[in-house]
């Protein structure tokens, strides 16, 4: 007759096994699905500005601002074709 430990090792090991074969099966049916979708990206402003650095000896440092809109189109996105 088996140990209470010799079960839980084979309970564990087939349901690791399962839990395998049900990340393999989601990964098959979702690696080779075409995800492109339409994306628009806007620059609306660009600033640059030199500032004092007070991380180190006194120098200045230049710092950069970039304002941009992104839009795109992912919730119409097809979910099974």
């Known amino acids: 007759m ?3 430990l010799s079960r839980a090792n084979s309970l ?3 349901s690791l096994s399962v ?3 049900l990340t393999f099966g989601c990964f098959v049916t979702t690696a080779f ?3 492109r979708v ?3 990206i806007h620059v609306s402003k660009v600033m640059l500005k030199n500032v ?3 991380t180190g000896p006194r ?3 230049d710092l950069g601002f970039i304002t941009f809109d992104v ?3 992912i919730l119409l996105m097809p979910i099974m074709r």
Do not use: I, L
């Open 12 to 14: 564990f090991a087939f």
């Open 59 to 61: 120098e200045r440092s």
């Open 2 to 4: 088996n140990t209470v």
């Open 19 to 21: 839990m395998a074969a």
């Open 38 to 40: 339409p994306v628009d």
């Open 33 to 35: 699905k075409d995800r």
């Open 71 to 73: 839009s795109a189109d």
């Open 52 to 54: 004092d650095d007070f």
